[in-house]
Structures are given as structure tokens and as C-alpha cells.
């Protein structure tokens, strides 16, 4: 817990609590309730109804590097972690008597908060009132003292002022951030030290591609002299965090993307500093993408397991080195805040499957081909993966074979830079929700294939019920969101990509391959936000393990927007091919110095690709009417593209 020192006690009044406790004052806050103050409101949850026993949460400040105690005193029966409060000391303005503290319900009390309270400072008699100001579904309170002039002395003593409040039982942190320390032996950054709200936090190493040079399934590891180490850091927010970074080499020129976030740093010196508003992914980049650091802040967690709780594989802080990991029906594997799991995950016939936490899965210690990535599931049904990092998969990071009912949430996945490091693979499978996720992938980030590759698999099976949204994606080789190349499987339809940020990618941002006997139809592409960079490498197929990239001599190249293609390609297993229908690019917007092409082409008068609608595509802000002024080339066998939109 980042710069706070705790005081929370559940009451039945702030008034009773003094009587029963005079004089309590833990840390630096030294504050107690000074009554008479109206009573707390009872919600059904409420600890009150213990009675006098009570929880208490206690703390130190950060400079001990203190985590929260909980305390039960005798006959307390209520719920666990039933307190819930969290705040900084704020002064205002030269001489201001004022101080915050920010207090937060938990999920399901129906109690209120108890503005009025007056507090008295256990040292110097200095008493406090609390005054409301609402802010959403929580309070920041406003400690306002009756004795100005003594308010300033404490001043340089005070971490926090502490409210007393009732909050309900366990669910939601009440930090503004979480930080957990990296375990001990894990490599850290040697290039940005970052702090948030002024205090430090952990940057990890991970391992990137550093130039978009690859080869097709070679047999063999990609040479380590075409990657880069890269930096990124993770924590938990509830509201605006000022984020400081600190760099240890000489920069001139500071980007935030998504650029959509209209963050705008400020630079002093060696030093970058902005406010990152909400929790999400973005990335800082010096003098261009190499070496970028990759910030993760996640919404606060809640619902976390307890290590002990049965059915539950619990991996608490530390590094750990279990191997393979294979979960069963019903299980959940738990990793947490500043734990790093050396291992790949895999679930097959499983169902009701949990992968859980703020913690790092790293598969970088199985050769290549021999792990299965980070995790793989085959044939599965109700799984949830929430929160981790994925981080150096052997082959494809997060794969779904023949799977129903897969929810996907708040995961990174970073430091891919093998062959085939693809990013999440959909491939025959129903009811998935990919959402506020950041995938970086040296191969397709996101895809949704039909899969031919052994008798008796999952090919009858259709790609189906498909949502990928809120998602930031960087693909240092091969497509952004794809679907394709293969398209085994009876359809691939009512898919929807939306409110996507495509920071980079290599060759296509948006690309449907028909390689195969598939009907894709129903595809909509919606809010789509593409960034081009001035000058963009040329990807290369690599001759041989002896050829080195070089960059070509020409500029100019930029990835395709938009591509549809039927055509047999180096995957496909069917004799049959497919057809494209109803495809709609809905509020896609592009920016940089070059439009990217489009392409639009079938295979025949029978598979073709037909109503294909652009509704208000953007460049640098300006409407795309036509297929000329939006650089498309549609080809033979295609038929119904239309433009519309010029409105914002």
C-alpha cells in the first residue's frame, strides 16, 4: 500500500467508540473521535450489528514499508475486512487549514457516511470536522480544523488525517494505487525508475522485437541479436494517478500513446511526468519505439481468494518454478500481486476455470514449441482469465482450441518476441469477450481462426459470438485484428471489434483472410483507431539463419488499413473456399503522415466478397467518401462497397 497510515474502525457511533476506546491513536494520525457525532447508518452488511466488538484496520506509513494489519478483538463475528478507507494528506493553499481523506464504499452497504463527525488530535487537543463533497459512488471529505494557526504546525507531522467511517464487507481496496514490490531476484530495469503519486514502483524487464524480420516456422530460436529489452511496470487505481518517470539516457522527444488519451507529458531534464486519468494500458516512447516503456494500471482488484481456500492453486508473492500446470473443472490458479510464475498453463475438457490475479505467468523457460505459450485451453467451457500478465510464451501467448464461454479481461501480454509469438488466438470457438486489454505480439495480436490440423479436431465447429473491445494493440509483425489465415469451420460470423487503439502494427491493421471453406459474414469493425509513424521499417522474410536486417533504402512504407482476401494460402486445408459477406468499418479513424491502402479481392464469381460498408472513415480528421480518396483497390469478384458518413 503506497503513502498511507491507517485508522478504520466500524462504530456504532463515532461518540461510543471514543467511550470505549479513549485515547486510541495508531502511526502518525493520533486522531480520535471527538463527540457527541451523529451516528452511522446501518446497512444490512453493517459490522454495528455485532456489536461492540468490532474490526479494526491499522497500518504504518510508507516510509516502514508497513502493510495493513487487521484486528479482532474479542467476540467480533462480523464479516472480515469490513473496513474500507483510504486517503492523502492534502494540504490546500499557503495556510489552509484543510486536509482529504478519501473513504469508499464497499459493494452491497446501503449505510451512508457520516458527515459532521468531529475529531479531536490525541497530542495537542486540536479538533477537526469532517465536510462532504461527493464525488461519484464515493466521498472525499474535507477535514477542516477550528484552529488554524495549530493546524499548520502539524502540518510537517501529519501523513494522513483519518474519517472514520463504516464501509460493508470485503470487496473493494480503497487505495487511490496499489503497488506490490517485485519479488526478490527478478531482473528490474536498469534504464526508468518510476514513481506514482511520488513513490516508487518496480519496472520490469521484458524482451521485444526490436525490427520486423521473421521466418516461417523455422524449427529453431529466433537470434537474440533482432530483439531489445523494453521496460514495463503494473498497479492497482481507483482515481487519477501522477505518474513520474526518471531515464538514464539522453532523450529529445517524449510520446503517450494511445495518442486518443491526449496525454501530453511534461519534460524537465532526465525527468517525464503526466496524470494518467483512469486505469488502462498505455506506452512511453523516447525517440521512437525502441525501448519503449509499457505502463499497465489495472481497476482496483476485488474478489481475490484466499491462499488455503480449497480448489484454489495460490501463488502469493516470490518467484515460483512449478512447470506445467494443468487445471481441472472447477479450479482456479491464483497468482498475485508480486508473484512471478514461471510456468505454461494449460485446461483441456475442463469447465468453471478461474486464472486469476495482478501477478506475471512467464513461459520463457520452455524451448520453443514445447510449452504451449502462457496458457492454453482445448475444448473448454466457462473460463475466466482476469488481470494477469503473460509474459515470453514459447509459441502463440493465450490460445482457445474448440472453446466455449471465455471471458478475457484486464490481461497484458508483453515480452513476445519468439517465432510465432502470436497474441491471442480464437480458433473454433463460441461466446468470447477479449475487453481492456493490451496485447504486444510478434506475430497477429488478435485472431479468430478455423483450425484443420488433426483429424478428429475441432473443424465442424464454428467461430462464433466474437467481442474484442477496449483493447490497445502493438503488432511488431503480421496483422492487428485478423481473422484468418485459416478458416476451417463451418462460419466465422457475428463478430465485433470495437473502441480498439492499434498503437503500431507491421503489415494489416484490420485483415479477414478467407483461406479457407468458412462463410464469414457479420463482421463489424467499429471505432477503430489506427497510428501511423512517419517512417515504418519494411518487414522481411529472412533468407536464412546467417542474414542479417537492414533497413531498406526506400521510404515510405506504411501498413495496409484494410484487406480482404479469399484466396488458398501456405495454411489452408480445405479443397473448398469460402465467401465474404456484410462487413461493416464503422467510425475508423487513421492518423500519421501517410494513408494507409486497403484491399478488397475474391476468388471466384461463387466466393466472393459482397456488402462491404466504410460509414465515416477518417484521415487526420478529414471524412473518406470514396474508394479513391481512401486509397482501396477493390478487386475482381467483390461487390457492394459503399461510403457514407461525413458527420463527426
Known amino acids: 500500500m503506497v503513502g498511507i497510515s491507517w485508522l478504520v474502525a466500524p462504530m456504532q457511533g463515532a461518540g461510543a467508540y471514543r467511550d470505549q476506546n479513549p485515547g486510541f491513536h495508531p502511526g502518525l494520525t493520533n486522531l480520535v473521535p471527538s463527540g457527541p457525532n451523529p451516528a452511522v447508518p446501518e446497512g444490512p452488511t453493517s459490522p454495528a450489528a455485532s456489536g461492540p466488538a468490532r474490526e479494526v484496520l ?130 528490474l530495469s536498469e534504464v526508468y525508475s518510476l514513481s506514482l503519486e511520488g513513490h516508487p514502483a518496480p519496472v520490469y524487464v521484458c524482451r521485444v522485437s526490436s525490427v520486423p524480420f521473421n521466418q516461417v516456422w523455422p524449427g529453431y530460436q529466433r537470434p537474440i541479436d533482432q530483439t531489445e529489452l523494453a521496460g514495463f511496470a503494473h498497479w492497482g487505481m481507483s482515481g487519477p494517478v501522477a505518474v513520474g518517470i526518471a531515464v538514464k539516457h539522453p532523450f529529445t522527444n517524449v510520446v503517450v500513446r494511445p495518442s486518443r488519451l491526449g496525454i501530453h507529458p511534461t519534460v524537465s531534464g532526465a525527468k517525464i511526468n503526466f496524470t494518467l486519468p483512469e486505469a488502462g494500458q498505455v506506452t512511453v516512447e523516447l525517440d521512437g519505439p525502441h525501448h519503449a516503456l509499457h505502463l499497465f494500471a489495472d481497476p482496483v482488484e476485488t474478489g481475490a481468494p484466499a491462499s488455503g481456500t480449497a480448489g484454489v492453486r495460490y501463488f502469493g508473492a516470490g518467484v515460483h518454478h512449478p512447470g506445467k500446470l494443468s487445471l481441472q473443472s472447477g479450479e482456479t490458479l491464483y497468482v498475485s500481486g508480486g508473484a512471478v510464475v514461471y510456468a505454461a498453463v494449460e485446461a483441456r475438457g475442463a469447465s468453471h476455470v478461474r486464472i486469476l490475479g495482478r501477478g506475471i505467468i512467464d513461459a520463457s523457460g520452455f524451448e520453443r514449441d514445447k510449452g504451449g505459450g502462457c496458457i492454453r485451453l482445448t475444448d473448454c467451457s466457462d473460463v475466466k482469465i482476469d488481470g494477469v500478465i503473460l509474459r515470453d510464451p514459447d509459441v502463440w501467448c493465450l490460445s482457445a482450441f474448440g472453446c466455449r464461454g471465455l471471458e478475457i479481461a484486464d490481461v497484458k501480454l508483453i515480452g513476445l518476441w519468439r517465432y510465432n509469438a502470436d497474441g491471442i488466438d480464437i480458433c473454433n470457438s463460441q461466446d468470447v469477450v477479449i475487453r481492456n486489454s493490451f496485447v504486444r505480439a510478434f506475430d497477429d495480436a488478435i485472431v479468430l481462426k ?23 494493440i502493438w503488432c511488431d509483425w503480421g496483422r492487428a485484428l485478423e481473422i484468418g489465415a485459416e478458416t476451417s469451420a463451418p462460419e466465422i460470423a457475428d463478430v465485433r471489434f470495437q473502441d480498439c487503439d492499434v498503437i503500431r502494427t507491421t503489415h494489416i491493421a484490420m485483415d479477414i483472410q478467407c483461406g479457407d471453406r468458412a462463410l464469414v459474414h457479420d463482421i ?35 501498413p495496409d488499413l484494410a484487406v480482404i482476401l479469399i484466396h488458398p494460402n501456405a495454411y489452408s486445408k480445405d479443397a473448398e473456399r469460402g465467401s465474404v459477406r456484410d462487413v461493416h468499418y464503422t467510425q475508423v479513424s487513421v492518423t500519421g503522415k501517410t494513408l494507409p491502402r486497403s484491399a478488397f479481392d475474391g476468388f471466384d464469381a461463387q466466393h466472393d466478397v459482397r456488402e462491404v460498408w466504410f460509414e465515416n472513415l477518417r484521415f487526420n480528421g478529414r471524412p473518406l467518401l470514396d474508394a479513391a480518396a481512401a486509397r482501396l483497390r477493390v478487386g475482381a469478384h467483390v461487390g457492394g462497397v459503399r461510403f457514407s458518413g461525413g458527420g463527426k
Open 524 to 558: 463489424r469493425y467499429e471505432k477503430i483507431r489506427v497510428e501511423t509513424d512517419d517512417r515504418n521499417p519494411l518487414p522481411r522474410i529472412q533468407a536464412g539463419p546467417a542474414e542479417h536486417y537492414v533497413p531498406a533504402p526506400e521510404a515510405g512504407y506504411v
Open 58 to 187: 491499522k497500518g504504518r506509513n510508507s516510509s516502514a514499508r508497513g502493510k495493513p494489519v487487521r484486528e479482532r478483538s474479542p467476540g467480533y463475528d462480523g464479516p472480515e475486512n469490513a473496513c474500507a478507507l483510504h486517503g492523502r494528506h492534502r494540504p490546500g493553499t499557503r495556510g489552509s487549514p484543510r486536509h482529504r481523506v478519501h473513504a469508499a464504499r464497499g459493494p452491497g452497504y446501503d449505510g451512508g457516511f457520516s458527515p459532521g463527525w468531529e475529531f479531536l488530535h490525541a497530542d495537542s487537543d486540536l479538533r477537526f470536522r469532517l465536510e462532504p463533497r461527493s464525488r461519484r459512488d464515493e466521498t472525499w471529505f474535507r477535514m477542516k480544523n477550528n484552529s488554524p494557526a495549530g493546524i499548520r504546525s502539524l502540518c510537517g507531522r501529519l501523513l494522513l488525517a483519518a474519517a472514520w467511517v463504516v464501509a460493508a464487507a470485503a470487496g473493494r481496496a480503497a487505495d487511490v494505487v496499489t503497488v506490490w514490490p517485485a519479488p526478490a531476484g527478478e531482473k
Open 450 to 472: 478455423g483450425l484443420n490440423w488433426v483429424p478428429g479436431g475441432f473443424q465442424d465447429r464454428p467461430v462464433r459470438n466474437i467481442r474484442a473491445r477496449d483493447l490497445v
